[in-house]
């Protein structure tokens, strides 16, 4: 199950243009292009007529020509033409999905109640000038939920992330969960070489907000702001269901910091890659040995699953309107 009534990221704005844009988001197959004046359009990847996708076909001005038997469609989803015929039956349409390009995204509705552009989630970061923004794209073969697991648990950094984030210390660090005006909040902080704080801030269905930052050990952390020692960023995490066993993760590291170090953005880009790989390689292990041998996702539960049991009551509060009580 998906939760429709709610804006989730289908592409990075850069990803659409004048050329047809094949993507299953939510289950649902849909086609992603430009018109000439450059405003974002989604259609179903299915030709009225027989079903063929029209991911096949190409545009031809502002419309989608089926490579079948040459149906044009609007974005509106309006067959506006068929050789060989006047006529266009009035069944000829094809359902097309409001879009909001916001925050150097395109956002996609595919709920039933109306899709109101204020309720973009805010992820101003990506395109804020005070902010310079490493960004990037992972296909993951695993359902969505794994990944908000995942992004949860602030322990597996210790475990998966050996060559990348993770050391011995932040499976140890004190760890505590908030649920909080439809969100859950899960942080971890500790001591060492530097003081470092990590609070993951997660809204279903699969939108992550990382703070994190690290300052000298033992500063005062406004004394450190003041002086410059701080290195804070904002972590941007955004899942959107590809199917039951598949998503696509939209992500970005922001700094306020060093913002037209050019070398610097693309060192980080290339190490959260790295980075997300190595999830990747687990969340997807993970989906293939669950298929193989259903169960719950939590057989065993440990106290470093609060975060992510929590953030699978919300998701479920979502999808069935029951009220979510805070776990002790």
């Known amino acids: 199950?998906?939760?429709?009534?709610?804006?989730?990221?289908?592409?990075?704005?850069?990803?659409?243009?004048?050329?047809?844009?094949?993507?299953?988001?939510?289950?649902?197959?849909?086609?992603?292009?430009?018109?000439e004046a450059g405003a974002p359009v989604a259609l179903e990847d299915r030709c009225a007529h027989r079903y063929v996708p029209l991911s096949l076909g190409r545009l031809v001005g502002d419309t989608v020509q089926c490579?079948?038997?040459?149906?044009?469609?609007?974005?509106?989803?309006?067959c506006v033409r068929v050789p060989g015929q006047d006529r266009i039956p009035a069944a000829a349409t094809v359902r097309a999905f409001p879009l909001v390009e916001r925050h150097d995204f395109i956002w996609i509705w595919f709920g039933?109640?109306?899709a109101n552009p204020e309720l973009v989630p805010d992820f101003h970061w990506m395109t804020d000038p005070d902010w310079a923004v490493s960004a990037g794209y992972h296909h993951i073969a695993a359902n969505y939920q794994y990944l908000n697991d995942n992004l949860l648990d602030l322990t597996h950094e210790s475990f998966v992330h050996t060559e990348s984030i993770g050391n011995d210390a932040v499976a140890n660090a004190p760890l505590s969960v908030e649920l909080r005006d439809g969100t859950v909040r899960a942080a971890a902080g500790f001591t060492a070489r530097i003081d470092r704080w990590h609070t993951t801030i997660f809204t279903p269905p699969g939108f992550h907000?990382?703070?994190?930052?690290s300052m000298p050990a033992g500063s005062d952390l406004e004394a450190a702001r003041a002086a410059g020692q701080t290195r804070e960023r904002r972590v941007l995490n955004l899942i959107t269901p590809e199917t039951e066993s598949g998503a696509h993760y939209f992500w970005a590291v922001a700094r306020p910091y060093d913002i037209g170090n050019a070398e610097l953005t693309e060192y980080i880009r290339q190490q959260?890659?790295?980075?997300?790989?190595?999830?990747?390689?687990?969340?997807?292990?993970?989906?293939?040995?669950?298929?193989?041998?259903?169960?719950?996702?939590f057989p065993v539960a440990l106290r470093a699953d609060a975060g992510a049991l929590q953030g699978r009551r919300l998701v479920d509060q979502v999808l069935t309107g029951n009220h979510v009580e805070a776990a002790e």
């Not at 907000?209 to 930052?213: A, D, H, L, P, Y």
């Open 1 to 35: 199950m998906f939760i429709r009534n709610c804006w989730q990221v289908a592409a990075f704005a850069h990803e659409l243009g004048r050329e047809i844009l094949p993507r299953t988001l939510c289950g649902e197959p849909v086609i992603l292009y430009r018109t």
């Open 67 to 78: 490579g079948y038997h040459g149906l044009c469609f609007d974005p509106s989803g309006t």
């Open 112 to 114: 039933d109640e109306l």
């Open 209 to 213: 907000v990382i703070e994190n930052g």
């Open 272 to 297: 959260i890659i790295k980075t997300f790989d190595e999830d990747k390689h687990i969340l997807e292990a993970q989906q293939r040995a669950l298929a193989a041998r259903p169960t719950s996702a």
